[in-house]
Structures are given as structure tokens and as C-alpha cells.
């Protein structure tokens, strides 16, 4: 058993200056300020001081490392005496500290720990080995400076509350006036420079080997009380601290680092009786936290330490082992070591101090000033406030009444389990189907079902209203990336908020926008950060990569033509760039977006491999109209989609970026055009998709707009930022006025923004063609059916394809199963026989070769022809979209159509020669199933086929039929996969009519037998589910920083360059 | 940050500027934009009477608008009628004859027609009622492209040939109309499809224009034939009734049955009405030989009057001045070519232009005193639009026949024609007709020289012409019936839109 060590009760010597004291350097990534440490050191009036320097070679260097070399022979110059040890790889300061109590001998001693940015007042170790012996202390540290400016307070120790939260008692840019320097305890004293008795040190374990960086501090202070020693601050002693840490290390995220040892800490150390309150605590603020930081742009760390707390929690062993070490130490309660914690929420005691010393700054400061402060927190909340206020208006009747089918917003009826089930299928239910990977949208539907507690309508009315709040919220995001003035930021995101795209998308029902919308500020974002790659690591590459990798995946999985626009966008970023700071400024970004390209098609294989075709780009983009929408440029540069009210008043949004350019300076100058070239890039792009000015088809243009969205909403970040910095206090001229004319007219737009909110759904129509479309049953008794839309591709309620007939507007089709469009069809089907059976009958048709269009397309199940109109979105009375010409006039003259409802909004024929989609063929149909030609078809009535199933449900592995002697079509295309077993025979299926899939039930069969439908799924199939779901995985874990196992610190490798050994007794001998 | 580059950065925006405008301005020069009011793919064909094409289409469908059964109980064998089904390809033809009897149920039955023949469908036999009409579809191996349907509906006041329409249409037009001296005048309307097409018909008259309550709404059940017997709507009578029926849905097929019996009328016709209105025609049959009872008469169905140009020509004997007529809307006007001075007894044409305001549609009619009796012909005049360079037809031509054939050059330029016959031996030139003149605006006649025996023809000529088929009567009244043969559109025989 392990005993508890003993309460230290009082130093090693009762002499202070005889007491050996062993400086320990950690000195890595050297600085120019590292000559000033050396130099401070050697200056120190403590006579018993040995030094001992660990220097950190680079990643991947040698012992020659001519840095390293470089290093170690400044240390050399400046202090002969000193002990250097190398380090190989960068396995962190506390556990390379470690190493240093691992190389003294003796327990008569003591340690100071210092950074190698900290320059030491001669006066600062005595005065704290003084201390500590007058004190009784186990542990202290010195009060530290500002290394540029010694008059402003840096630490004077830590404060902690129980959920390990650090208050900093000192204000950000506190001068030090003398008002701190009581000696006192405190909870914790920065690593940067703290003096430690040896055996409390060692008793304590020393520093955790779990913590690299960020947060040793407060685990070693946390056990150094929990053992009964004393921490306190010598504000005699003083240090110059250059604390740069983020700076040196870019590759290393410290506050995330932070986070996660925090809560470690906390868990390790609170007592077993206060541990699950302490736990509920820790969770409770994370979430209040992370609500907050979604508007404050801080959500991170909230969601940093909230993964932290599951994760430690799930890793029972591992918690238990390091509580059992933690918890052995432990001399003293938790109540007591409760008293020396901050009382409350430290983040609370902090900020509420640093408010109030603000507000007594403010006394004291000009009061104009002052004024200005109050006006531009005033603006940022103004800003908040109206937009949230805007959200709430515009969507209320959305949540209330729900979000209207129109456009691209099928209802989501299918569960989890089925959308799971025909995923893993590997049969893409869409269209007549066919023997592809379903699309990887129908997986992220699944997933987000599942955590929706199966509700799909919720995730669909989720989605309609928050992907416009996830595109405002990343602008604001990147807005920090852009400026520091909040102002500035909060005008970019109202700029990107008033741009009526995303509302336009949500009255006209286009997920691609909406998701486009959304995911442009994140890809800004990520653009931005590209560029400091050549300074981080390699897994910091990956890690960047896969972010923008995930958001392109995400986009792509509905709107695969965003990897093109975001590829576009990357090459117009670094156009930018290149032309305003030259091509070296480039860096990282060319290699990151590459990079993350192939993370995106990666997460989209294999349904990636529909698009693998000679078709592959009107795949991508979309279905080609052949024409132009003829929208115009005034509507294309508004965003305007036909529903939104003043969409115009948008226009001087332009004129905000053009100004910025004119006036902006420096970076601000940089980012002005950055925006314009977007701007001006995409608008172009969009112009040409609206016009087909190219000759051939491009994205949707709103889908194109959306970077062109991104861009103004720069350039106004980018005026702000310049009118605070450039403009203002500048020498009067033309720019003043210009700029002030500029920043009033960024609120132009906030009017028609309003305005369109009122109505609480963005104008979405109230009704649309769903409600007419209710008229076809779903699994009638007479068997199921398809539904065959015709008309123009931008009206059908399905993803579309077009075909061309010869006239100026291509015929645009989908198809769907009985009842309303689902999630499956809102992908464009790829080429099977069916697919071709269908366009070969509607040429046919569109160019009149045969009244029998019916007969043509019966075998495929297709009973009503469907022809929208008029969807009250994008076409509407005052504004119908045209129909192909002849489309209705060659129904019209068909011997097998009836009309079943006409209207100004719609037209529905039914096809009185249709056969269910899975039907026991007539003696006439059973004949004809075995020919593929379309001559024979037309002759052949198919008519008094029954239905062998209702309420087929495609996608489903095994399904249930009632079969008789004959032969079983099913309007799906031909696949081996697909057998039937029936008295306990396997049947075999057979290409039938040249397109289906049918089954030759014998003779010996009972009439109306039960049969099994079976599809055999792919081994492939498996295997590419079960990568690509382990692909997500992996991608989310890496990009948000978290990791399945725990982080193995690399050990620390110290390479001996002399045979010095270090006793306390006699120092290096 | 490198040092900030302004000069650079502001020519890129500047020129990114640029771009959309220039992008704009070539998306508004080059791009093709929608054409909501374009006409639709098939209004062109619809809009025509009966054509032909030789591409390879799937299946043709041919609607024979009717032939008369005599009515319920009748059992004698001078009504009736049949449909000459001809094949010139070298496939054999499949198709399904389906049969439409006012008061009955459609019937069906299947024929064969072998490569390069003929089969001929009795329409009558087996049914009973007023009227039989027919859909005949084929299909073949190759397609059916390029098969022809006519019918000959017997009448004992004698027979009547009419090649079968293409396809339903939403309206039907006929220009002219006759009930004087108790002649009847039944419109015979074929729905063929599954759907019921509701109908309005209005009547013009010398009156003025009537619209029948019983006949507004009227409903065409699926798959049926209707008889309208003009005299029992109101205009009993007349001697020009001209009669327009529109769908208010769906779509039919309308012919005209008309049994002259006098006023100056006497024999009997069956034919189609015009699926559409134009704003060019041409009479091309006119022969005032014998001071023939000839009249042009031209019918206004659109909303607004029709300035009509007539133009006289064929010959250097023409002489007749031209005609400029106002054709009010829902009007009828008849121009009776007694009153035009300057014709000559030799053929000439007649050209109708539309100069202002909305096409019309136009009809001829003409009855010659033959030795014991007089004989009406009436034919629907031909769109400019038929002008083609291939004619083709299903009625053959005995060797011997007198001016079986006028072909009609209606280019500026001299051309030529041949005729080849088509048997079961190929497709042959017919000997002593394989190169005929064609002088630019001149109507040609073509006699059949004796010992040929066209089963079916082409006509192919090296310019656009129109051809009409002059068919002798062999009951009844006697005479001559016109009949336009078959122009041969949709590939390289179509001519562009003649000026």
C-alpha cells in the first residue's frame, strides 16, 4: 500500500542562501529575446544557482540542427557554467521539467522552472527563496511584467474556482502600481516561472506527464495542495514574461489544450463526494457557454471542454488511474482547498472585474472616447438584436404552420432505418431505381433523423431555417479573421444577413442555396487560415484540410457542383491575393484546397462514381434547360429569385465594395478586393448560368451567387474596418465623404429585409402543387405507379433530366413513385435501360412519331403524366414559366392519355394503358415482355396486368409478393441481384420489354403463391458503407480536434552532451 | 503580409467589373432564350391537312374521318366505303385497325400490309350505323414511316376520295357548306381518344354567324363518332354555311359529308375539314373550260378581318386583274369566279395571300355540266406550306387516264417531275413519265399513258410543287372528284416556307 506523504512543514535549509537552487530553462523555438533571459540569469544575486537548459531541437532535427547548434552556443557564450541537455522531438514543458528532477540528485533543494521567454529582475530568485522559507511556502512565483512595457502587470499569480477555471486577478493591461504587492497565497502561480521545493515537487508526482502544454500549472498547484503545501506569489521578485506562446507555436491550439486539461485536472483532483456535482457543473457551463459563444464567436472552447468532460468520463480506467495517483496525495479536504479557490464562476469574478474597470477607466478617460466605445458596443448589439429580431419574424409561421413543398423541399417522410436501409442497399431508389450507391445526402438525412429522435420533419424544418443562421453566424466567424473591429464584423454579417439569397431559397424551395448559403463564410474562413500551413505541422495540414473538406463533403452530398463554384472561388481568392501582395504570399491555401477537394469527393465515394460518365458535368450542374432563364442581370445581381420584396435595394451593396477598395489601405485593402474579385467573379458566373452565355449549362446561378454574397459582405467588413483605421483622423478629402456615404448605404438593405420578414415564412407560398398532387393515391389497390413529370427541369418537384427535342427549351422529366416526390428523388438518376426506354418514348413523342405514348412507357409502371405550370414560387401567374413547346399539344392528341385534372397550374393525364409497377402480366403483356422493340409495343395492349404487390417499397432488401404462373414484371431496370424465391425455388429475372426486370413464374406454381423479392446487396456495397461511414468519422474527429484514443505524449528523449551530474549537495560536480 | 500592391489589386477588380458586363452582353447576343408563345412542335403538321413523312418514325396513325353506312338496318351495298392502306417501304407493316360506329363500340382488328403493296380495309362491313370512321396505326420493323391512308367513301350519288388525317386536332374549319334544295349536310366527328373532348360549334351564314345552344358543350364520348346534321342545327337552306368547331378540351377528327341536290349542286362529297387556318392557298385547279359553276370560298375564323390579295396566274392568258377582299371575322366571303373578267378557259392558279389581320381557310368548289347531269367537286385549297418536292399516293391511276395528275410548280423556277410506281417490284419509274417540264408558276397536267397502272405513286420533282390527283367518278353523278395527294414533309423533300 501506498502511504501518504508527509504535510511539508518546512523548507530543506533554515539558511536561505544556502539552499541550492537549479534553474531549469525549457528553450525552444529561440527568440531574439532569448539573449535577454540568458543575461538575466547570469545576473541573479542568488549565489547557490546552478543552470540547466533543456533546448528543444526542431521537428525532425538532429543534433546538427544548425538552429539548435546556434542555440546551444548562445547559452554557452552567456553562461559557461550552464548544463545544456538536448531534446529530441518536442514532447512538452512539463514532462521535459520532469526530466530535470529526474537528473538532480537529493531532495535538499529546490527547483525553479522557467520559460525561456522570462527575463528575471537580479533580485528575483532571493527574494523568493527568502519568501518561501519566511512563508513556509512549498511553491511561489514572482510577479510578472509585460516584457515590452515593465509598467503593466502580466500575473501575479491565478486564481481558481472548482470547475478549474482560471481568474487571471489581473486586468488586461493593468499598470502595475504597487497595488498587487502583498505577498499572498494563491490557488496557482504561471509555469512560466515558479520556484518548487524538490520534495514537495517530487512528492507532488511533479509535473502531470498527460499535460504537454497548457494547464500544468494548475494540476501541479492543485496537488501541491491537495498534499498540504502552500502556494504563493513574491511580488518582490519580478519578471519581464514575453508570453507569446500562440505565436511560436501556431500549430498548437493552447486554448483547446487548455480546455482539455482543465477538465482532466478537475476530474482528477475534486474528491469523490463533490466529483458529480462538479461534473454537472462543468457540463452545465459548457452548454450555457457554448449558446453564448455561437454569437460571441467563442463556442469552441465551450465545445472543447464539454467532448473533454464525456471523453474523460468514458475513459474509466484511465480517470480511475489518475484519480487513484491524484487522490493518494490528498492530505487535505476538498473543503478546504475549496476556500483557497475563487468562490463562484472565476470566468464570472473576472469579467465582472474587468467590467467594472472599465467602467471606472471610462470615468476617468476622455469622454469621447469613452462615447465611442459605448457607440460601437451599442452598434454590435444593435445589429444582434435586429437580426435575431428579424429571425424570429421572418420564420415564425414557418415553425408554426410548417415549411410549404415547393421547389426542392420534399416532404422528409422516410425514417432513419429506411433511409439507413437503402443506403446500405446499394440500390438508389430514385427515379425507376437502379444498382448505384444511394446518394450520400440520404445518409446525412439518416443521421441527422436519428439524432432527431425520428423526427424528419423537424430536421427539414431545422434545416430551412437554420442553414440561413449557420451562413450569418460563420460570417460572423470570419469576420474576426478580417478585422479586430467588432463593428466592422457586425456590419459584414448584416450585409451578408440582408442579402435576400437565403430567404429567396426558403420561398423557392432550394436546398443548394440554402446549403451554398450557408457553407460560403466557413470556406472563407477556411481560406483564410490557409495560409499559415507552412508554419504548422502536418497533422495541422490534415486537420485544415479536412475541415474544409467536411463543409465542401456536406454541401456536395446536395449540391454537387459546390466542389466546381468552391474551386473557382479558391482561384479568385489567390488571384487576389497574388495581385495585392504578390505570389509568395500565397503559401498554403493552393495545397490545402486541393487537399481538401479530394477529402470532399472522398467523403462522397462511392456515390461519387455516378458522376464518372461521359455526362458527368450536366450530372453535376444540374439539368440543362438548353436555354437561358433569362432572369437578367438586374435580377442576378439583386439575388433576386421573383419573391422578395425591394431585392433591389441590394444593388448598393456594390457600391459599398467598390468604395472599400478606393479607400481602404494596407490589409483592409487586401480583403476589399478579395470581395470585389469574388464579387465580381461570381456575379459574372451567375450572369453567364442566367444566360447561357457560355453555350453550355453551369450551376444554378443562385447557387454561383452565393460567393458573390460572401463577397460584398467583405467589402463592407472590409469599408468599416478601413473607414475606423484609414479614413477617419486621416487628412480631409474626397474619402472622408465618399466613406461616409458608403457606410450609410450598407443599412439601404436592412428596409427590404425587414419587410420581407413580416409575412413569418421569408414569402414562401402557403400552397403549392403538393396539394394538388394529393389527388394521386399512394399504394392504390389497382397496384402501384409512377409518376412521370414533364416540363420545364426548374418546375419539377424532382430532381430532373432534360432531353432534347429540338426546340429552344429542352424537356425537362422526373419521375417518382406513387404519391408526392420523396428525399430520394431529389438527386438526378444516372442512365439505365429504363432511363433510356423513357427518353426513347418521350422523343417520340415531342416529335409526334406515334400516338401511342402509353403503351410505350406502360411496362414501366408510369400511370400519370404530371405537367407543371405554375408553382407560385418560381412561376407564377403574373410570371409563368414556359412549358416546351408541343409538350402539351403531342399529350393532347395521344390515344392512351386521359386528362385526370387540368388547370392553369397544372396538368395531370392518365396513362390508361399503364401496368403496375410490379404486376402479373396479361397473356398479351407476358408475350410482349419478351421483345425490346418499341414497334411492338405500340401494338400490344398491356392493360389487365394485376398488381403481385401493393406498397413496394424500393430500397428494401426483401419485400413479399403474390405471385401465379405467368411472368412478374417489375418496372425497375435488369440486375441479377434480383431473384425470387417462390416454393422454395429461386427464380432467376430476365430483362423484359428491353428495360424491366422480369421474372418467368412456371406453370407448377399455385395461383396467388407468396413469393420473395430479394435484391442481394454487393459485398463491395458493405465494405464502401462501412469505409465511407469511417471516413465521416475519421474527418469529424480530426477537424473538430477530437481524438478516439487518448493523445500519446511523445517521451522525452534527452540526449546527454557532457557526463555533469547535479546534487543538491554540491551542485554539478 | 508582403508589402500591399494597389496598382495590381485595383486592375484586377476593375477588370473582374468588366466581365460581368462583357459576360452580360454575351449572354444577350448569343445565348437563346425561352419563346413562350413559339408554336409547338406538332401545331405545324396538325395544322396541315393530310401529309406523309419518310423518316423513321415508330408508329404512324392515320384517322380515315368516315364513310357513310346508310343507317341503322340498312342492307344495301351502294354505301359504304373502304381505306387503301399502302406500303412503299421494304418492310412489311404491322397495324391494328380500329373501327368507330355512331351508336356502337369501337372494334379492332389487325392487318399485314407487305413491303411495297397495297391492302385495302373494308370500313363497312360488319357494322351498323350512319357513318364508320377508322384509326389505322402501323408499325414495322423500320418504323412506319412513309406508309399512306386514304379511304373512298361510297355514296350512290357517287363516290368521294379523301387521304385520312395525321392526327386529332383542337379545331376544324370548313369554308364552305351547303343545304339549298334540301341537300344535306352531316359534319361527321371522330373522337378517338380515351378521353371525352367537348366541343363548340359555330355556323356562318350569309346571315350572319349562329351558335347553336344544343352544340356548345357538346360532348364527344371517348372513342365514338358523332353525326351533326347541319339542316337540323338551324340552317336549313343556306347556300354557304360555313362551319368552325373548337375543343374546349381534347381533341377529334371532323369531316364533312355533303349529298348535293340541287341549286345548282348535284353529287356527293366527303372530306376533311382544315385542321388550321393560313394565310397563303392556292386553287391550283382552276379550269374555266365550259364556264364551269367555280367559286373560291374564304372563311374568317379569327377575331380580327383578313385583307385577302387573290391573285390570278398559270398563263400568259391570265389576264385577270387582282382581288383585294375584306374577309370580316366569322365571315365567310365567296369570290365566284363568273364575276372575274380575264379568265381564260386554259387552267390557271389562284393564289390567296392574308395581308392583314387573321389566316383564313379556303375552299373551291366547282360544278361542270357533264352530258346527262352536273357534278360538285369541292376540295380544300393547299397551304403554302405543303409545297413540297415529293408527293405521294395511296389511289392508283388506270393507264390511259387523261389528266389524272396536275402538278403545280410554284417556284420562280423551271423545274422537272417524275413519276414512279410503286409495286411489288420495287419502286420504277414510270415509263413515258420520268421527266415531266415543270415551267416556273405553271400548272402541268399529267395523263397516265396507256398500258401503265400505277397500284400507288410518288411524284418527285426537282422544286417545291403541289400536286392534286384528279380521280374519276365511276357511279353516281359521274365526274371528276380533286384530290390532293400526299406531300411527303419532314426530310429533305420539305421545302423551306415558300414566299
Same mark, same amino acid.
Given at each position: 500500500?501506498?502511504?501518504?506523504? *508527509? ?31 540568458? *543575461? ?9 544557482? #546552478? ?313 476617468? *478617460? ?10 460601437? &458596443? ?33 416532404? %422528409? ?64 466567424? %470570419? ?216 453555350? %453550355? ?59 420581407? &420578414? ?18 394521386? &393515391? ?134 390508361? &394503358? ?43 432488401? #426483401? ?111 | ?25 454575351? @449572354? ?77 363500340? /369501337? ?25 364508320? +370512321? ?80 344544343? !352544340?356548345?358543350?357538346? $360532348?364527344?364520348?371517348? =372513342?365514338?363518332? +358523332? ?47 382544315? /385542321? ?44 385577270? =386583274?387582282?382581288?383585294? !377582299?375584306? $374577309? ?5 366571303? +365567296? ?33 361542270? =355540266? ?28 388506270? @393507264? ?6 396536275? $402538278? ?56 417545291? $410543287? ?34
Amino acid at each position: 500500500m501506498e502511504s501518504a506523504p *508527509e504535510t511539508p512543514s518546512s523548507p530543506p535549509n533554515a539558511a536561505p542562501g544556502g539552499v541550492p537552487v537549479v534553474a531549469s530553462v525549457v528553450v525552444a523555438h529561440p527568440h531574439p529575446g532569448l539573449d535577454a533571459t540568458l *543575461e538575466a540569469l547570469g545576473a541573479q544575486d542568488y549565489p547557490h544557482l #546552478t543552470y540547466l537548459f533543456f533546448v528543444v531541437g526542431a521537428p525532425g532535427g538532429g543534433a546538427d540542427d544548425p538552429r539548435l547548434v546556434a542555440t546551444m552556443r548562445a547559452i554557452t557564450e552567456a553562461l559557461p557554467q550552464a548544463i545544456l541537455r538536448t531534446v529530441v522531438g518536442n514532447p512538452g514543458y512539463g514532462p521535459t521539467q520532469n526530466e530535470a528532477a529526474r537528473m538532480v540528485e537529493g531532495d535538499r533543494g529546490l527547483f525553479l522552472f522557467l520559460h525561456d521567454d522570462v527575463a528575471l529582475a537580479p533580485n528575483a530568485v532571493s527574494a523568493m527563496v527568502v519568501e518561501m522559507f519566511a512563508s513556509n511556502a512549498a511553491l511561489v512565483g514572482p510577479k510578472l511584467v509585460d516584457w515590452e512595457d515593465p509598467s503593466v502587470l502580466q500575473h501575479v499569480g491565478l486564481g481558481v474556482d472548482r470547475t478549474g477555471e482560471v481568474d487571471p486577478i489581473v486586468l488586461p493591461g493593468e499598470r502595475d502600481q504597487e497595488q498587487h504587492d502583498g505577498v499572498r497565497d494563491v490557488f496557482c502561480v504561471p509555469s512560466a516561472c515558479m520556484l518548487v521545493r524538490a520534495d514537495v515537487f517530487r512528492t507532488a508526482g511533479g509535473f502531470s506527464p498527460e499535460i504537454d502544454f497548457g494547464g500544468e500549472e494548475i494540476d501541479l498547484c492543485w496537488r501541491v495542495h491537495l498534499t498540504g503545501g502552500r502556494v504563493m506569489v513574491v511580488p518582490s521578485a519580478l519578471a519581464r514574461h514575453r508570453e507569446d506562446f500562440s505565436g511560436r507555436n501556431p500549430d498548437v491550439d493552447l486554448t483547446e489544450l487548455r480546455e482539455r486539461h482543465r477538465v482532466q485536472t478537475v476530474l482528477a483532483a475534486t474528491s469523490p463526494s463533490r466529483v458529480m456535482p462538479v461534473v454537472a457543473l462543468l457540463v452545465g457551463l459548457s452548454l450555457v457557454e457554448a449558446v453564448v459563444g455561437v454569437f460571441s464567436g467563442r463556442a469552441k472552447r465551450a465545445l472543447v471542454a464539454l467532448g473533454a468532460v464525456f471523453r474523460t468520463i468514458s475513459r474509466v480506467g484511465s480517470l480511475r488511474r489518475r484519480r487513484a495517483k491524484v487522490q493518494a496525495l490528498r492530505l487535505v479536504s476538498d473543503a478546504e482547498i475549496h476556500d483557497l479557490q475563487v468562490q463562484g464562476s472565476a470566468r464570472i469574478v473576472s469579467f465582472l472585474r474587468a467590467r467594472r474597470a472599465r467602467s471606472d477607466a471610462k470615468r476617468l *478617460e476622455n469622454r469621447i472616447a469613452a462615447a465611442e466605445r459605448e457607440k460601437r &458596443a451599442r452598434t454590435t448589439l444593435a445589429v444582434f438584436a435586429f437580426l435575431g429580431a428579424v429571425f424570429v419574424v421572418g420564420v415564425r409561421r414557418l415553425v408554426i404552420d410548417g415549411v410549404t413543398f415547393v421547389g426542392q423541399f420534399v416532404p %422528409f417522410t422516410e425514417s432513419w432505418r429506411s433511409l439507413g436501409a437503402a443506403y446500405r442497399l446499394g440500390w438508389w431508389p430514385g427515379g425507376f431505381g437502379s444498382a448505384t450507391p444511394a446518394p450520400t445526402g440520404t445518409a446525412l438525412v439518416g443521421v441527422a433523423t436519428f439524432f432527431s429522435l425520428g423526427n424528419p420533419a423537424a430536421v427539414r424544418t431545422v434545416a430551412v431555417i437554420g442553414l440561413g443562421v449557420v451562413g450569418v453566424v460563420g460570417m460572423w466567424w %470570419f469576420g474576426r479573421d478580417v478585422t479586430q473591429s467588432a463593428r466592422a464584423r457586425a456590419g459584414g454579417t448584416l450585409a451578408y444577413a440582408m442579402v435576400p439569397l437565403h430567404y429567396e431559397a426558403v420561398a423557392t424551395g432550394r436546398w443548394s442555396v440554402l446549403a451554398a448559403y450557408a457553407a460560403v463564410p466557413w470556406v472563407l474562413l477556411a481560406f483564410s487560415r490557409a495560409n499559415d500551413v507552412l508554419t504548422a505541422t502536418a497533422s495541422d495540414v490534415m486537420r485544415r484540410a479536412l475541415r474544409l473538406g467536411l463543409v465542401i463533403g456536406a454541401v456536395a452530398a446536395f449540391e454537387p457542383s459546390f466542389v466546381a463554384v468552391v474551386i473557382v472561388a479558391a482561384i479568385a481568392y489567390l488571384l487576389a491575393t497574388a495581385m495585392c501582395t504578390g505570389v509568395r504570399s500565397l503559401r498554403g491555401l493552393p495545397g490545402v484546397v486541393a487537399a481538401s477537394v479530394v477529402v470532399a469527393l472522398l467523403l462522397n465515394f462511392p456515390w461519387i462514381g455516378h458522376y464518372v460518365g461521359s455526362d458527368w458535368w450536366s450530372l453535376v450542374v444540374g439539368a440543362d434547360p438548353g436555354v437561358g432563364r433569362g432572369e437578367g442581370i438586374l435580377r442576378i445581381l439583386s439575388f433576386d429569385a421573383g419573391r422578395a420584396a425591394f431585392a433591389p435595394a441590394i444593388l448598393v451593396l456594390y457600391g459599398v465594395g467598390a468604395v472599400a477598395v478606393v479607400v481602404a489601405r494596407e490589409t483592409r485593402f487586401v480583403w476589399a478586393v478579395r470581395g470585389a474579385v469574388l464579387t465580381a467573379v461570381f456575379a459574372s458566373l451567375a450572369v453567364a448560368s442566367d444566360s447561357r452565355a457560355f453555350g %453550355f449549362s453551369l450551376p444554378e446561378s443562385a447557387v454561383l451567387s452565393s460567393f458573390a454574397a460572401g463577397g460584398l459582405a467583405l467589402g463592407v467588413i472590409a469599408l468599416l474596418d478601413a473607414v475606423e483605421n484609414d479614413v477617419r483622423g486621416a487628412r480631409f478629402g474626397w474619402r472622408q465623404p465618399l466613406a461616409l456615404l458608403a457606410t450609410l448605404s450598407v443599412l439601404v438593405p436592412v428596409i427590404p429585409l425587414a419587410v420581407n &420578414a413580416a409575412d413569418g415564412r421569408w414569402n414562401q407560398p402557403r400552397s403549392s402543387l403538393d396539394t394538388l398532387l394529393l389527388q394521386l &393515391a399512394k399504394n392504390p389497390d389497382e397496384g402501384d405507379y409512377r409518376v412521370l413529370y414533364l416540363g420545364h427541369p426548374d418546375l419539377l418537384p424532382a430532381a430532373p433530366r432534360t432531353l432534347d427535342t429540338g426546340s429552344s427549351l429542352q424537356l425537362g422529366y422526373a419521375v417518382t413513385d406513387d404519391g408526392i416526390a420523396t428525399l430520394f428523388t431529389q438527386w438526378s438518376p444516372g442512365t439505365t435501360s429504363t432511363v433510356r426506354t423513357l427518353e426513347n418514348a418521350l422523343s417520340h413523342l415531342m416529335s409526334g412519331d406515334t400516338p401511342r405514348i402509353g403503351r410505350l412507357i406502360a411496362p414501366l409502371g408510369v400511370r400519370y403524366l404530371v405537367i407543371p405550370r405554375i408553382d407560385g414560387a418560381r412561376s407564377t401567374r403574373s410570371e409563368p414559366m414556359a412549358v416546351p413547346d408541343g409538350l402539351v399539344d403531342a399529350l393532347r392528341v395521344q390515344l392512351d392519355l386521359r386528362r385526370q385534372y387540368e388547370s392553369d397550374d397544372l396538368l395531370i393525364y392518365e396513362n390508361t &394503358a399503364w401496368v403496375p409497377t410490379v404486376a402479373q402480366l396479361s397473356t398479351a403483356g407476358r408475350e410482349a415482355s419478351t421483345t425490346a422493340g418499341m414497334d411492338e409495343l405500340v401494338l400490344a395492349d398491356l392493360r389487365g396486368a394485376t398488381p403481385a404487390k401493393v406498397g413496394f417499397v424500393p430500397g428494401r432488401a #426483401t419485400q413479399r409478393l403474390e405471385v401465379s404462373p405467368g411472368v412478374v414484371n417489375i418496372a425497375v431496370p435488369p440486375s441479377p441481384r434480383w431473384t425470387l424465391s417462390v416454393d422454395g425455388r429461386r427464380l432467376a429475372s430476365r430483362p423484359a420489354f428491353g428495360a424491366t426486370t422480369a421474372f418467368d413464374v412456371p406453370d407448377t406454381v399455385m395461383p396467388a403463391s407468396r413469393a420473395t423479392l430479394r435484391y442481394d446487396r454487393p459485398f463491395l456495397q458493405v465494405a464502401f458503407v462501412v469505409g465511407q461511414f469511417a471516413m465521416w468519422c475519421f474527418a469529424l474527429f480530426v477537424a473538430l480536434g477530437l481524438r478516439l484514443r487518448r493523445r500519446r505524449l511523445s517521451p522525452v528523449r534527452v540526449e546527454r552532451n557532457d557526463e555533469t551530474r547535479i546534487t543538491f549537495e554540491t551542485g554539478p560536480r | 503580409m508582403s508589402r500591399v500592391r494597389r496598382v495590381p489589386g485595383l486592375a484586377l477588380v476593375a477588370s473582374a467589373a468588366i466581365g460581368v458586363a462583357a459576360v452580360d452582353r454575351a @449572354g444577350r447576343l448569343d445565348a437563346p432564350q425561352v419563346a413562350p408563345d413559339a408554336p409547338g412542335v406538332l401545331d405545324a403538321p396538325a395544322a396541315l391537312p393530310p401529309t406523309v413523312s419518310d423518316l423513321a418514325v415508330t408508329s404512324t396513325a392515320w384517322y380515315c374521318p368516315g364513310v357513310p353506312l346508310g343507317g341503322k338496318g340498312y342492307d344495301g351495298s351502294d354505301h359504304g366505303g373502304r381505306a387503301i392502306v399502302a406500303n412503299p417501304t421494304d418492310d412489311e407493316l404491322t397495324g391494328i385497325v380500329t373501327r368507330y360506329v355512331d351508336g356502337s363500340t /369501337p372494334q379492332t382488328n389487325t392487318i399485314t400490309v407487305p413491303p411495297r403493296d397495297k391492302v385495302v380495309v373494308d370500313l363497312d362491313r360488319g357494322v351498323d350505323g350512319r357513318y364508320a +370512321s377508322a384509326l389505322i396505326e402501323l408499325t414495322g420493323v423500320n418504323g412506319a414511316g412513309g406508309a399512306v391512308v386514304e379511304q373512298r367513301a361510297d355514296f350512290p350519288a357517287g363516290e368521294s376520295y379523301q387521304p385520312c388525317a395525321n392526327a386529332p386536332s383542337a379545331a376544324w374549319y370548313f369554308a364552305d357548306g351547303f343545304t339549298a334544295s334540301d341537300s344535306e349536310e352531316d359534319l361527321v366527328l371522330t373522337n378517338p381518344l380515351v378521353d371525352a373532348t367537348v366541343i363548340n360549334v359555330r355556323f356562318v351564314t350569309k346571315d350572319g354567324e349562329r351558335a347553336p345552344s344544343p !352544340l356548345q358543350g357538346f $360532348v364527344l364520348p371517348p =372513342q365514338s363518332l +358523332s353525326v351533326i346534321k347541319i339542316a337540323e342545327q338551324g340552317a336549313r337552306g343556306e347556300e354557304l354555311v360555313g362551319v368552325e368547331i373548337r375543343a374546349q378540351s381534347g381533341a377529334f377528327i371532323a369531316a364533312r359529308a355533303q349529298h348535293y341536290l340541287g341549286t345548282g349542286r348535284l353529287g356527293y362529297t366527303l372530306k376533311l375539314g382544315a /385542321p388550321g387556318a393560313h394565310t397563303d392557298w392556292w386553287v391550283v385547279t382552276g379550269n374555266y373550260a365550259g364556264e364551269p359553276a367555280e367559286q373560291i370560298d374564304i372563311f374568317n375564323p379569327g377575331e380580327k378581318d383578313a385583307l385577302v390579295s387573290v391573285l390570278f396566274s398559270g398563263s400568259e392568258a391570265v389576264t385577270a =386583274q387582282p382581288l383585294s !377582299l375584306v $374577309v370580316p371575322a366569322h365571315r365567310v366571303v +365567296s369570290v365566284s369566279m363568273a364575276n372575274v373578267a380575264g379568265l381564260p378557259e386554259s387552267d390557271f392558279v389562284v393564289s390567296l395571300s392574308v395581308l392583314e389581320g387573321d389566316p383564313v381557310v379556303v375552299e373551291h368548289v366547282v360544278t361542270r =355540266q357533264l352530258e346527262e347531269n352536273a357534278a360538285t367537286s369541292v376540295d380544300l385549297a393547299l397551304p403554302s406550306a405543303m409545297a413540297a418536292t415529293k408527293w405521294r399516293s395511296a389511289i392508283g391511276a388506270d @393507264g390511259g387516264r387523261e389528266r389524272a395528275l396536275l $402538278v403545280f410548280n410554284i417556284t420562280g423556277v423551271d423545274a422537272t417531275a417524275s413519276v414512279a410506281s410503286i409495286g411489288p417490284a420495287g419502286r420504277l419509274p414510270a415509263a413515258g413519265l420520268e421527266s415531266i417540264a415543270l415551267p416556273a408558276g405553271r400548272p402541268v397536267h399529267v395523263s397516265v399513258p396507256r398500258g401503265l397502272d400505277l397500284l400507288q405513286y410518288e411524284v418527285t420533282a426537282t422544286q417545291p $410543287v403541289l400536286v392534286v390527283r384528279m380521280v374519276p367518278r365511276l357511279t353516281g353523278v359521274g365526274g371528276k372528284d380533286i384530290v390532293p395527294a400526299l406531300p411527303v414533309l419532314g426530310g429533305s423533300s420539305q421545302s423551306e416556307p415558300f414566299p
